[in-house]
């Protein structure tokens, strides 16, 4: 059971970037799945949430109407895409799967926003 | 949104001792979906209980949780040197979905 995050890196204030959550080990179309983010050093923050046919999703105020989270469920990938991005947007980028709680996390990917 | 408190911010301790965490929240967490997580520097968190008091796979039976409603405890019989680390409880009971500050069990 695995979660592998891709997709982060340096990007300009305003910029856009694509982060992706692929899944192998389990059925990954019958989970809900989250993203959580952390500012290295910091506490851990809830970002946005995708039902496991991806009918309903949920954001956090802070990057609602910026970030789109999505799935493909035949590709076993969740995406997070985020736009307009801001300096208070870097940290380390998790995908979680949901089950008995927050149980599986990938090893998170580096978003900096900075010019 | 539930807003939880955790106290100690830190807890310094020696290996073998007992350590008790503590997590409030500013209103019933619904269904008591109240987890603990431990994270160690430069590591993803570990989800150690789930359901306020129920342990997850592979996690050793010195780790325990308990507590209803806004007032949780999680609790370590004896330290072992892999257990100094962070520590952080989450509500998944209502969107937002959000986390404690840490508390933070260091070696005296």
């Known amino acids: 059971v695995q979660l592998v995050e891709s997709g982060g890196g340096l990007v300009q204030p305003g910029g856009s970037l694509r982060l992706s959550c692929t899944a192998s080990?389990?059925?990954?179309?019958?989970?809900?799945m989250h993203w959580v983010r952390q500012v290295p050093g910091k506490g851990l923050v809830w970002v946005s949430h995708?039902?496991?046919?991806?009918?309903?999703?949920d954001y956090a105020d802070s990057v609602k109407g910026r970030f789109t989270i999505a799935r493909d469920n035949a590709r076993n990938t969740l995406y997070l895409q985020m736009n307009s991005l801001r300096g208070e947007d870097t940290a380390v980028y998790y995908c979680?799967?949901?089950?008995?709680?927050?149980?599986?996390w990938g090893q998170g990917t580096l978003v900096t926003v900075s010019s | 949104e539930v807003v939880l408190t955790q106290s100690p911010g830190t807890l310094s301790l020696s290996p073998g001792e007992r350590a008790t965490l503590s997590c409030w929240a500013s209103q019933t967490v619904s269904n008591n979906y109240l987890s603990w997580f431990q994270q160690k520097p430069g590591q993803a968190p570990r989800l150690l209980i789930y359901g306020a008091y129920s342990r997850a796979t592979g996690i050793p039976d010195r780790f325990s949780g308990s507590g209803s409603g806004t007032d949780f405890t999680l609790t370590i019989t004896s330290l072992e040197p892999e257990d100094f680390a962070v520590y952080y409880c989450?509500?998944?009971?209502?969107?937002?979905?959000?986390f404690g500050p840490g508390t933070k069990v260091d070696i005296k």
């Open positions: 989450h509500q998944y009971g209502s969107a937002p979905f959000t």
């Open positions: 080990g389990f059925t990954f179309s019958s989970y809900w």
């Open positions: 995708i039902s496991p046919d991806g009918n309903y999703v």
């Open positions: 979680v799967r949901v089950w008995h709680g927050f149980d599986i």
